[in-house]
Nanobody
Framework: QVQLAESGGGLIQAGGSLRLSCAASGITFMINIGGWYRQAPGSQRELVAQISRGGRPSYADSVKGRFTISRDIAKNTVYLQMNSLKPEDTAVYYC?????????WGQGTQVTVSS
């Protein structure tokens, strides 16, 4: 059974920082891509950041320079370091892990940035 445990969300003031974690258990295939998506109320889910198996990251323009995606292979964990948070970053953040065969989603963690 595959489980993705998300943590690190919460309420924070604009300009602050949070680090989201996505710890995977039960995955027997190598993860090709780790990613973070977010969905704000009334909006479509959007891709925020991805990291390849080789460690190459990519970011949405809206978060570039503020967010950093990383992973700890030994811990099977993907992180999203979020700095200089803005109210428009408020959303439910979802972790996504892709193997050659399957994709897995976390249940989401709420990030609320107050002004």
């Amino acid at each position: 059974q595959v489980q993705l445990a998300e943590s690190g969300g919460g309420l924070i003031q604009a300009g602050g920082s949070l680090r989201l974690s996505c710890a995977a258990s039960g995955i027997t295939f190598m993860i090709n891509i780790g990613g973070w998506y977010r969905q704000a109320p009334g909006s479509q889910r959007e891709l925020v950041a991805q990291i390849s198996r080789g460690g190459r990251p990519s970011y949405a323009d809206s978060v570039k320079g503020r967010f950093t995606i990383s992973r700890d292979i030994a811990k099977n964990t993907v992180y999203l370091q979020m700095n200089s948070l803005k109210p428009e970053d408020t959303a439910v953040y979802y972790c996504n892990l892709q193997t050659d065969r399957y994709g897995y989603w976390g249940q989401g963690t709420q990030v609320t940035v107050s002004s």
